[in-house]
């Protein structure tokens, strides 16, 4: 059973300016509405523990294109059964994004809990009611941007650090020892959402 689980979802961002820094242009972008149902198609291969932990990664925004930012972070959260409980900044050391607002640095994780009533110290970093490892777990962390919404390598031993496995990453982009990985860029499929399989059903009505 899943203990912890870690999401980097393709939010449906606006972003301008030259392609290598426009998601567009990056990868396929996908509507809330299809997250969740490409996630609950992952999700109903496996099984979460009723005591777990949520990594999301967010837009550090409210607003951005087709998405809310954090809102919609906080929103998939819940649709999981999960309660957020704080965010984590990667604060990039080397360079941002530009934005009208200025150059935009920082880059949101959202960690949410599950747990049953009375089972509260079962979700804190090491089963107790503060970490073992309380000096080292803060609630930041440092390294620099590489290549395009590419997360550190770090932030899996961040992870590790903190929360208990068996450890599940959707949308995952390689495979790491120890953690059970989907995604496109791993196995080369995405579930179908609702909306792809009732336009495909309109296509075969065409030439029926």
Same mark, same amino acid.
């Given at each position: 059973? #899943?203990?912890?689980?870690?999401?980097? @979802?393709?939010?449906?961002?606006?972003?301008?300016?030259?392609?290598?820094?426009?998601?567009? /242009?990056? /990868?396929?972008?996908?509507?809330?509405?299809?997250?969740?149902?490409?996630?609950?198609?992952?999700?109903?291969?496996?099984?979460?523990?009723? !005591?777990?932990?949520?990594?999301?990664?967010?837009?550090? $925004?409210?607003?951005?294109?087709?998405?809310?930012?954090?809102?919609?972070?906080?929103?998939?959260?819940?649709?999981?059964?999960?309660?957020?409980?704080?965010?984590? @900044?990667?604060?990039? +050391?080397? #360079?941002?994004?530009? +934005?009208?607002?200025?150059?935009?640095?920082?880059?949101?994780?959202?960690?949410?809990?599950?747990?049953?009533?009375?089972?509260?110290?079962?979700?804190?970093? +090491?089963?107790?009611?503060?970490?073992?490892?309380?000096?080292?777990?803060?609630? /930041?962390?440092?390294?620099?941007?590489?290549?395009? =919404?590419?997360?550190?390598?770090?932030?899996?031993? /961040? #992870? !590790?650090?903190? =929360?208990?496995?068996?450890?599940?990453?959707?949308?995952?982009?390689?495979?790491?020892?120890?953690?059970?990985?989907?995604?496109?860029?791993?196995?080369?499929?995405?579930?179908? +959402?609702?909306?792809?399989?009732? =336009?495909?059903?309109?296509?075969? $009505?065409?030439?029926?």
């Amino acid at each position: 059973m #899943i203990r912890t689980l870690l999401l980097d @979802p393709p939010w449906k961002m606006c972003s301008g300016g030259r392609s290598s820094i426009n998601v567009h /242009y990056q /990868y396929p972008l996908q509507t809330q509405e299809e997250i969740k149902e490409t996630v609950d198609g992952w999700l109903s291969q496996v099984e979460i523990c009723e !005591e777990a932990h949520l990594y999301l990664w967010s837009i550090n $925004s409210f607003s951005t294109g087709g998405c809310r930012g954090i809102l919609d972070a906080v929103d998939l959260c819940s649709h999981l059964n999960f309660r957020p409980i704080t965010l984590i @900044p990667w604060v990039k +050391t080397n #360079i941002g994004n530009p +934005t009208p607002y200025g150059m935009r640095a920082v880059e949101q994780c959202l960690f949410g809990v599950r747990n049953r009533q009375g089972k509260i110290r079962e979700v804190a970093w +090491t089963g107790g009611s503060v970490a073992n490892n309380l000096s080292s777990s803060v609630d /930041y962390f440092l390294e620099p941007r590489t290549s395009h =919404s590419k997360k550190p390598e770090r932030f899996y031993e /961040y #992870i !590790e650090d903190r =929360s208990h496995g068996p450890y599940l990453e959707l949308y995952a982009r390689n495979r790491r020892p120890g953690w059970t990985a989907f995604g496109n860029e791993v196995d080369g499929r995405l579930p179908k +959402t609702r909306s792809q399989t009732e =336009s495909q059903k309109r296509q075969h $009505s065409l030439w029926d």
